[in-house]
């Protein structure tokens, strides 16, 4: 089973990290998105509520996904989660504004908002993890 794994890596590490980030970040995206449609759908929480506890589970997920399996990154584990929790405390700042707007100005629903929100964010979140939370130095050896 190991080496089935360390070969399936293997070719997964020879696609170009943009197509990584875009099946990583699709998963991930996809995750988030679903249970955020559960807390408001199922459980019936507010939006607002649901985003907080959907960033709670979702942002790290998608750090331990994205660190590894997109940036390859073995940099210092928790400077690295650090930093990429500083971007998603950003976007989280950013979705509340963006829903404020589109649910409670605009009267769009909130899972549409939330889906519009997401496709929108989501090159700013590409270049920040690259260049901010998974940035590797210069003289960063390559894997």
């Not at 940036?71 to 989280?92: C, D, H, P, Q």
């Not at 950013?94 to 009267?107: E, P, R, S």
Request: glycine fraction near 4%.
């Amino acid at each position: 089973m190991l080496k089935l794994y360390k070969f399936i890596e293997d070719i997964w590490f020879k696609l170009p990290q943009k197509l990584r980030f875009l099946l990583v970040g699709g998963f991930n995206t996809v995750f988030a998105y679903l249970l955020f449609v559960f807390l408001v759908v199922v459980l019936q929480i507010s939006y607002k509520a649901a985003l907080i506890i959907n960033y709670i589970i979702a942002v790290n997920v998608s750090i331990f996904t994205m660190r590894y399996y997109v940036f390859r990154s073995f940099g210092n584990l928790m400077k690295e989660y650090t930093k990429a929790w500083g971007v998603y405390i950003t976007t989280l700042l950013l979705n509340y504004v963006a829903m404020y707007i589109m649910v409670d100005m605009c009267k769009i629903n909130e899972l549409v908002g939330q889906a519009v929100y997401t496709v929108l964010i989501t090159f700013f979140t590409y270049f920040m993890h690259k260049y901010v939370s998974f940035a590797k130095p210069k003289d960063y050896p390559a894997k």
